[in-house]
């Protein structure tokens, strides 16, 4: 029986992913009962060609998804489990996927993760040690040998053994904001670049926008990357909750919850409906060249044989008219190309010229703050040699001289909100810091769950990775926004001075380049 890895890289077919949602209780819960027998019935239809299964999906504590794993995979069927970064630290996801890999689960979608909502007591803390960028990359790093390190980042001589995962990853372009999308686009491609072999893109409803990201990727040298797209069975309470923005990143605009809410006064309740809009956002991923679509939102067989049975009885070409009636597009959203006015879909040979949505521009304080950056910490210059003199050379080196850590520390907190990490991204972020104003401390770009340029946690305003994007666009540096190397940050240096951190080479800049500067 061939692999997921073998499905997506050596046959042609379309394939067929599932999505089975965990459920909060043991294996004996009614509700685990009912998707154990309906991932059973799931392993005996050929249709399907694998189950994804969920990790702590919406923030909710649930079931470990290898539980009900476990008999999928033994039963022969592949099986994708999602491993998400908002409740285990690195030590953590190593663990984890050491446990998929001797269990024999060989497929993981790595990803950053809704932010929590609930848990035992309250609202559990959210972790987010690594983003999806820094999964991928440990992730990546395991199949090839992991090298273990100590504190310094010096090999330790000896390299664990090769783990065999083939890496999927998730994107999205359905957002608002040129802000919004085009670090999305950075960061699909510093995704694969760390090692994610196959993409699913984000529910959406826009079959420009679906398009538009299969031309960005062939424009890009990533044609070689399988892209699945991903079909959410509605209801009228999906719709309705997707509308509200209770699920991070999905837009439903008022058109379409309107749509859906009208067919639901149907004698069936929309069911024939939802069913066949399904089925025809699959035959627009299938005509656009998708390697397969993902199927959500289905609880039962016989849901996913009829979306599948009316996907087939569809002629070639009649998912271009549907690609025309499936535009449910937010006023004055952002494309990275041109429409084709014969498709309505993505020219990839024109790029757009219409102004995205209202956007700021670097002000005084971000000039000043990378001038003061490249006076200080650019390596070869008088003030940076100086600086790692005088650190190397004071009582304790991690933090430097005592004035200059005073100085360094009251600076910082009042500009920048600085939480003294010790391993400073100012200047990845466009100066801004992801530790004081990003819920999540992305540190590679940002996650899925924007709306609007908003962040999806209350209290945290815009997104600073649009915002950064406004700040290097304003000096046309846009498109080095992620042009660094993937940022971990280092725990170990927490407290300790990110100056002197930087100027001795122990941070995570040292990475981009050999920045240990010469002091003798």
């Not at 656009?288 to 939102?297: D, K, M, S, T």
């Not at 907190?413 to 992305?442: H, I, T, W, Y």
């Amino acid at each position: 029986m061939q692999s997921l890895q073998e499905k997506l890289f050596q046959s042609s077919g379309f394939l067929i992913g599932t999505e089975l949602v965990s459920v909060r209780g043991g294996m004996h819960e009614r509700s685990a009962v009912k998707a154990r027998d309906f991932a059973n019935d799931l392993v005996h239809f050929p249709g399907v060609d694998w189950i994804s299964i969920t990790d702590n999906a919406g923030g909710n504590p649930q079931l470990a998804p290898t539980a009900l794993g476990k008999p999928i995979l033994y039963a022969g069927k592949e099986v994708v489990i999602h491993l998400t970064c908002k409740d285990l630290n690195r030590n953590g996801l190593e663990s984890e996927a050491w446990l998929l890999n001797s269990e024999g689960f060989h497929n993981i979608l790595a990803m950053t993760g809704d932010y929590p909502v609930a848990g035992n007591e309250g609202l559990a803390k959210p972790v987010f040690d690594i983003d999806s960028v820094g999964l991928i990359s440990m992730l990546n790093k395991m199949n090839q040998g992991l090298d273990p390190r100590d504190d310094h980042g010096n090999s330790k001589g000896r390299q664990l053994g090769e783990t065999q995962f083939c890496i999927g990853a998730v994107t999205t372009n359905f957002k608002l904001r040129e802000g919004e999308v085009m670090p999305q686009y950075f960061k699909l491609r510093k995704k694969v670049e760390c090692g994610a072999r196959f993409i699913i893109n984000q529910i959406g409803y826009d079959s420009r926008k679906i398009s538009e990201l299969r031309a960005y990727l062939d424009d890009h040298d990533l044609k070689h990357v399988p892209l699945i797209g991903n079909v959410y069975l509605f209801t009228p309470r999906v719709a309705q909750l997707f509308h509200d923005g209770r699920i991070p990143g999905v837009v439903v605009t008022k058109p379409l919850l309107d749509l859906c809410l009208g067919r639901a006064q149907s004698p069936d309740g929309g069911s024939a409906f939802f069913h066949e809009f399904a089925a025809k956002q699959i035959a627009i991923y299938r005509g656009l060249g998708y390697r397969g679509a993902y199927l959500g939102g289905v609880h039962n067989l016989p849901a996913i044989q009829r979306i599948l049975e009316i996907e087939k009885s569809f002629a070639p070409d009649d998912w271009k008219q549907f690609a025309r009636e499936i535009r449910f597009s937010q006023p004055g959203e952002y494309y990275y190309y041109a429409e084709n006015p014969t498709t309505g879909l993505a020219d990839a040979n024109r790029r757009e010229t219409v102004p995205s949505a209202a956007s700021t521009h670097a002000g005084a304080f971000y000039h000043l703050s990378r001038w003061s950056h490249d006076l200080a910490f650019s390596h070869g210059r008088a003030l940076a040699k100086l600086g790692a003199g005088l650190c190397v050379n004071s009582k304790d080196p991690k933090q430097g001289p005592k004035p200059l850590r005073l100085l360094e520390h009251a600076s910082k907190s009042v500009l920048f909100r600085c939480k003294d990490c010790g391993d400073c991204s100012l200047p990845d972020v466009a100066f801004l810091c992801p530790e004081s104003q990003c819920a999540k401390n992305q540190r590679n770009g940002p996650c899925g769950g924007t709306r609007e340029g908003r962040c999806e946690v209350d209290g945290f305003g815009d997104c600073i990775w649009l915002r950064a994007y406004e700040r290097l666009k304003s000096e046309g540096r846009e498109t080095q926004l992620l042009a660094h190397a993937p940022v971990v940050q280092n725990q170990g240096l927490r407290g300790t001075s990110a100056w002197a951190n930087f100027w001795l080479g122990r941070d995570h800049a040292a990475k981009n380049k050999s920045n240990k500067p010469k002091t003798g």
